[in-house]
């Protein structure tokens, strides 16, 4: 009979440990401290469990992702659904600014497109189809 410990063990892995430490660490933080954590590079992708589902309806929080080179999908998935309606919202985050030069290559790996998460409502939008060519001709430098 196969041993059954494994299935049953008590505690957490180490790496189990420092995860839930990391997040009772940042799920107290204000928004402010975690925009900074971002700028600062302490902040990544896998800090996002740990932040309050209500930074995720701050436009500085997620232009602050993705200006520091997060993943994009990562973000977007974060985002808050209602903010995907705002056509000011979409049309910053599809800003040329935030893509070219230092991470327009990023842009171009990913496997995503805008239309994944934007809402039907603007999908059509002659100035969202025209920000969204845009981004899709940068030249990665």
Same mark, same amino acid.
């Given at each position: 009979?196969?041993?059954?410990?494994?299935?049953?063990?008590?505690?957490?892995?180490?790496?189990?440990?420092?995860?839930?430490?990391?997040?009772?660490?940042?799920?107290?933080?204000?928004?402010?401290?975690?925009?900074?954590? !971002? %700028?600062? $590079?302490?902040?990544? /992708?896998?800090?996002?469990?740990?932040?309050?589902?209500?930074? *995720?309806? @701050?436009? =500085?929080?997620?232009?602050?992702? !993705? %200006?520091? $080179?997060?993943?994009? /999908?990562?973000?977007?998935?974060?985002?808050?659904?209602?903010? *995907?309606? @705002?056509? =000011?919202?979409?049309?910053?985050?599809? %800003?040329?600014?935030?893509?070219?030069?230092?991470?327009?290559?990023?842009?171009?790996?990913?496997?995503?497109?805008?239309?994944?998460?934007?809402?039907?409502?603007?999908?059509?939008?002659?100035?969202?189809?025209?920000?969204?060519?845009?981004?899709?001709?940068?030249?990665?430098?």
């Amino acid at each position: 009979m196969a041993d059954n410990k494994y299935f049953y063990q008590e505690g957490f892995t180490e790496q189990e440990e420092k995860k839930l430490k990391r997040y009772e660490e940042w799920s107290s933080k204000s928004l402010e401290e975690v925009i900074q954590g !971002i %700028s600062n $590079g302490i902040v990544d /992708e896998g800090y996002y469990g740990a932040l309050s589902v209500e930074f *995720w309806k @701050d436009e =500085s929080l997620i232009l602050s992702c !993705i %200006s520091a $080179g997060h993943d994009i /999908e990562s973000v977007f998935k974060h985002v808050r659904k209602f903010m *995907w309606r @705002d056509k =000011s919202f979409v049309l910053e985050v599809m %800003s040329e600014r935030l893509y070219h030069p230092v991470t327009s290559v990023d842009f171009h790996a990913q496997e995503f497109s805008y239309f994944d998460f934007i809402h039907d409502t603007l999908k059509k939008d002659l100035d969202v189809i025209a920000a969204f060519n845009k981004l899709s001709k940068l030249e990665p430098v």
